[in-house]
């Protein structure tokens, strides 16, 4: 399984873009990363998820780059309500999948 | 309604008593996990299933057991609690048509072990 490296913490302030990096530098061919959200004692929550290039919805983007050894997340013009625990993982889709591991995941902090 | 829920929500118990956790979905989805986390720290699988015959230890999976009863049903048991135990504990599903890596977590069960 791919190990991923994220920034323990990170600050921003209202109306912001924030950009979150995951390094996983021994992803495999087959793997796909995907983003979680977690507010305090609440389960996670899927945000997004890409193989390569980019990937965007409603709530998030998600750049990769062409060698796939690193994925940031992009939160545009964040709101206090953003703040949470954000978590990168890596993994095979399809009969594979469920495996990844969570790390420690990036703690988001957005002030006023 | 929750379409993942646990029982108990929150559970406290001393060290050595057997504690069952449940878990219960109607998303249809055959595949079921039970995670740990600990303060601070991220998510750390204990088991997988991806169906009703199929049981996976995590990486985390000593001193924990668990039990498929059925597609919608998950358990998870601690056979003797000990105090390193007391966590958050989350079930999750997802399914694989949908490519299997989007995970829906239920509310948590905090179980502290005195």
């Known amino acids: 399984l791919a190990k991923t490296t994220q920034p323990i913490s990170m600050d921003s302030y209202e109306g912001q873009e924030v950009n979150i990096t995951c390094s996983h530098n021994n992803i495999a061919t087959n793997d796909y990363i995907t983003w979680y959200q977690q507010f305090p004692s609440q389960g996670p929550r899927f945000i997004i998820q890409?193989?390569?290039t980019k990937v965007t919805n409603e709530v998030a983007s998600l750049f990769i780059p062409a060698d796939r050894k690193s994925s940031t997340l992009s939160l545009p013009r964040v709101s206090l309500s953003d703040t949470a625990v954000y978590y990168c993982l890596v993994g095979e889709l399809g009969v594979n999948a469920g495996k990844s591991t969570f790390g420690d995941g990036t703690t988001l902090t957005v002030k006023p | 309604d929750a379409d993942v829920t646990q029982t108990p929500r929150n559970r406290i118990t001393k060290t050595g008593k057997r504690i069952m956790l449940e878990c219960s979905q109607t998303k249809g989805h055959d595949r079921m996990y039970w995670y740990r986390q600990d303060p601070g720290l991220g998510l750390r699988l204990i088991y997988y299933s991806f169906d009703v015959k199929d049981i996976n230890k995590g990486e985390i999976s000593d001193g924990y057991s668990v039990s498929r009863q059925a597609q919608a049903k998950f358990s998870l048991s601690l056979e003797s609690a000990i105090p390193n135990q007391t966590a958050l504990y989350f079930c999750a599903t997802s399914e694989v048509d949908r490519g299997g890596n989007e995970q829906f977590f239920g509310p948590g069960t905090r179980l502290t072990v005195l």
């Open positions: 890409g193989y390569k």
